[in-house]
């Protein structure tokens, strides 16, 4: 089942908020996926909040989305144009230092159902 980018961002914003990163798996059940693979197939998901993000000139978010066995995006993961395996770990942890620090506005948090005072 595809989600709708700004659903996927909204959990993303939660995990930067923390600040913190989210494995696959966990993502998955955010999403309300279940079975034995929640995370798998999240891809385009991810593709599209991607899409999404850039659009609207939001952080990188999906670079939070790590895997449990390396705490690191997967390789094969795109980030605009690139793969997360051609990003040295370094440019990874800037991009999600990035998300850690972005200032949303309450605003912003309103307009993907979140509540400022809450979080």
Avoid at 45 to 67: A, G, I, N
Wanted: glycine share 10%.
């Amino acid at each position: 089942m595809a989600h709708h980018p700004n659903h996927v961002a909204r959990v993303l914003v939660k995990v930067a908020l923390k600040p913190d990163t989210i494995t696959y798996t966990q993502l998955g059940k955010a999403l309300g996926r279940t079975g034995s693979n929640p995370g798998r197939g999240l891809g385009s998901d991810l593709d599209r909040c991607q899409d999404w993000l850039k659009k609207h000139d939001l952080p990188p978010l999906t670079v939070l989305v790590v895997q449990k066995s390396s705490g690191m995006p997967s390789p094969d993961g795109t980030f605009f144009g690139r793969t997360f395996g051609d990003l040295t770990d370094e440019e990874i942890a800037a991009l999600q230092q990035e998300c850690f620090e972005y200032a949303w506005t309450a605003g912003q948090l309103k307009a993907l159902g979140l509540q400022p005072e809450k979080m």
